[in-house]
């Protein structure tokens, strides 16, 4: 079944914005690296690995409904942030961001009676719940510690642990 126009054009803005998510971690882990955080910015290196994933799941996707793939264009990634929290806060924001992506092209999936659809996006719902989860975690530690070096290094430690996962087919 081909994909409807508007749908087609749903799912690419989707994948140019987990591109950008890819690109925006990268810029996060950068900024960890030059803090001398390097178990945070692995963590920030495999989020990105993570969502240049999720991309590609769609563009694959796209593919396979005799879509056309339509990159758009990627901002500059921030690298520069007052602390390892307010990047941490900033991912908060942005996986709450990608949520509410995910929530409307779902609705406009629903709404087009665009059924195969659903179970990607169902995958990317349920991922969305673990993806703010996991950063909301992180954001109450790093509150919690606030700012003592010697529970920032525990942390950053910990994060190092972080491998990449590969996604699930979910389709």
Same mark, same amino acid.
Request: overall charge negative; hydrophobic content about 45%; glycine content about 6%.
């Given at each position: 079944? &081909?994909?409807?126009?508007?749908?087609?054009? *749903?799912?690419?803005?989707?994948?140019? &914005?987990?591109? +950008?998510? !890819? $690109? #925006? $971690?990268?810029?996060? *882990? +950068?900024?960890? =690296?030059a803090e001398s955080l390097p178990g945070m910015a692995q963590w920030m290196r495999t989020q990105s690995q993570e969502e240049w994933t999720h991309g590609m799941k769609i563009y694959q996707f796209v593919l396979d409904r005799d879509g056309r793939v339509a990159l758009g264009q990627l901002d500059t990634a921030t690298t520069e942030f007052d602390s390892p929290l307010a990047v941490f806060e900033a991912a908060a924001a942005h996986e709450r961001k990608i949520t509410g992506l995910i929530n409307d092209l779902y609705a406009k999936a629903t709404e087009a009676r665009d059924f195969a659809s659903l179970p990607l996006l169902d995958w990317f719902v349920a991922e969305q719940v673990e993806e703010e989860a996991a950063v909301n975690q992180i954001v109450d530690d790093l509150r /919690? &510690?606030?700012?003592?070096?010697?529970?920032?290094?525990?942390?950053? /430690?910990?994060? *190092? @642990? /972080?491998? +990449?996962?590969? #996604? =699930? !087919?979910? @389709?």
């Amino acid at each position: 079944m &081909a994909l409807q126009p508007e749908i087609e054009k *749903a799912l690419n803005d989707q994948i140019t &914005a987990e591109f +950008a998510s !890819s $690109y #925006a $971690y990268l810029g996060m *882990a +950068a900024f960890l =690296e030059a803090e001398s955080l390097p178990g945070m910015a692995q963590w920030m290196r495999t989020q990105s690995q993570e969502e240049w994933t999720h991309g590609m799941k769609i563009y694959q996707f796209v593919l396979d409904r005799d879509g056309r793939v339509a990159l758009g264009q990627l901002d500059t990634a921030t690298t520069e942030f007052d602390s390892p929290l307010a990047v941490f806060e900033a991912a908060a924001a942005h996986e709450r961001k990608i949520t509410g992506l995910i929530n409307d092209l779902y609705a406009k999936a629903t709404e087009a009676r665009d059924f195969a659809s659903l179970p990607l996006l169902d995958w990317f719902v349920a991922e969305q719940v673990e993806e703010e989860a996991a950063v909301n975690q992180i954001v109450d530690d790093l509150r /919690r &510690a606030g700012g003592e070096g010697h529970t920032i290094l525990m942390l950053d /430690r910990e994060m *190092a @642990a /972080r491998t +990449a996962v590969p #996604a =699930e !087919s979910g @389709a």
